[in-house]
Nanobody, 123 residues
Framework: VQLQASGGGLVQAGGSLRLSCAGS????????MGWFRQTPGKEREFVAA????????DYADSVKGRFTISRDNTKNTEYLQMNSLKPEDTAVYYC?????????????????WGQGTEVTVSS
């Protein structure tokens, strides 16, 4: 599975962004997917995850109620809708694919990673 993240940019606090992650590979529709973020000097942080069929989702407490993860298996794409953005959401965001029918909230649960897309939220 190869992943390509996009949609990052500069936004003011309170604004919105939608990240996309396009996947290639025959198993995409059977891979759990996730989003993580990282700032300089810190470990990669879990943001959200979605099961292979979209039936289960999980969010970090810091983004619950503001971010929504979704996927469209017909397009081999997952999304992260980010609303009410805060300066502390500033980070490089990475999409990731887990093994077949798996997903989780640890980077160790994921086998494939996209290149990252930068999100900057100004105050």
């Amino acid at each position: 599975v190869q992943l390509q993240a996009s949609g990052g940019g500069l936004v003011q606090a309170g604004g919105s962004l939608r990240l996309s992650c396009a996947g290639s590979g025959r198993t995409f529709s059977r891979n759990g997917m996730g989003w993580f973020r990282q700032t300089p000097g810190k470990e990669r942080e879990f943001v959200a995850a979605i099961s292979w069929n979209g039936g289960r989702t999980d969010y970090a407490d810091s983004v619950k109620g503001r971010f929504t993860i979704s996927r469209d298996n017909t397009k081999n794409t997952e999304y992260l809708q980010m609303n009410s953005l805060k300066p502390e959401d500033t980070a490089v965001y990475y999409c990731a694919a887990a093994g077949l029918f798996r997903y989780g909230n640890s980077p160790n649960d994921y086998d494939y990673w996209g290149q990252g897309t930068e999100v900057t939220v100004s105050s």
